[in-house]
């Protein structure tokens, strides 16, 4: 099946209590469809799933797949360093009725090449969905390097990348490729990849839309938003971009510790890139 081109990867809104607050998600989930998103990637890196209990975590994917925009992807993110709560997860997200799961390397115990292989051949077998392996090994220490990814494409279900690497962006045969980084968006679909799962849709998904739709101009649109992608690192994603949506009125609240919010040096740097980019 195709999960889109455009994927964004959205942010877990709370309210002034730092409770989940659904209503906002699901009216930013509309809002990303409506400018340009093909799907989401529900509680990921950029949803702070390290700080969502398991029912937040579950909740909010049944939410995304009961309210879901007519035609719009729901990937859940269900990774673990624990391979049995990965397995416990994913098929809870399946019956829940994600279209996809996406499944991080796993972090801190740092297991050898055998034991990947491993950990996401079980993946694949409870998930009886396609797989998106998520290769970030500046967040993992640990890389998933593209033999490796050779060799995983070869177990069943396992269909896809998302490469945060921008220095491995690679057509895998038997894998399809989905950009991990906002600024290597253009060059995975310069490669023929499938398209991305991005940070920067929120902001600017029309103009990510055009990046897939008009390769003519791909890379124009790509240099016109770099000040953007760079805004967005400018601290530890998800900061930026939820401080971006709510300078631009979409309420998404803050975060949760051990992140903080954006100070205001961070603050004047992703004001004037939304500026820059005619946004603000």
Known sequence: MSLGSVITAI?????????????????LFRYLVDHGSDGVVVCGT????????????LRLIEL????????????????????????????????????????????YNRPNRRGLVRHFTEIARAAQKPVVLYNVPSRIGLALDNDLLAELAQVEHIDYVKQADNAALAQIDGLGLYAGNDDGFAQALDLGGCGGILVASHLVGERMRRMVDEPERR??????????????????????????????????????????????????????????????
Do not use: W
């Open 11 to 27: 942010v877990t809104p709370f309210d002034e209590q730092q409770r989940v607050d659904e209503e906002a998600f699901m009216t």
């Open 219 to 280: 890379a124009e649109i790509d240099a016109e938003l770099k000040p953007l992608f760079s805004a967005l690192s400018v601290t530890t994603n998800p900061i930026p971009v939820k401080a971006a949506l709510n300078l631009l009125g979409h309420r998404v609240g803050g975060v949760r510790l051990p992140l903080v919010e954006a100070d205001d040096s961070e603050l004047a740097v992703i004001r004037n890139a939304l500026t820059e980019v005619g946004l603000l």
């Open 46 to 57: 950029t949803g702070e799933a390290p700080t969502l209990t398991a029912e937040e975590h």
């Open 64 to 107: 995304a797949c009961a309210e879901r925009p007519a035609g719009a992807t729901v990937i859940a993110s269900t990774g673990s360093n624990d391979t049995a709560h990965a397995c416990a997860m994913t098929e809870r997200a399946v019956q829940l009725g994600a279209d996809a799961v996406l499944s991080v390397t796993p972090y």
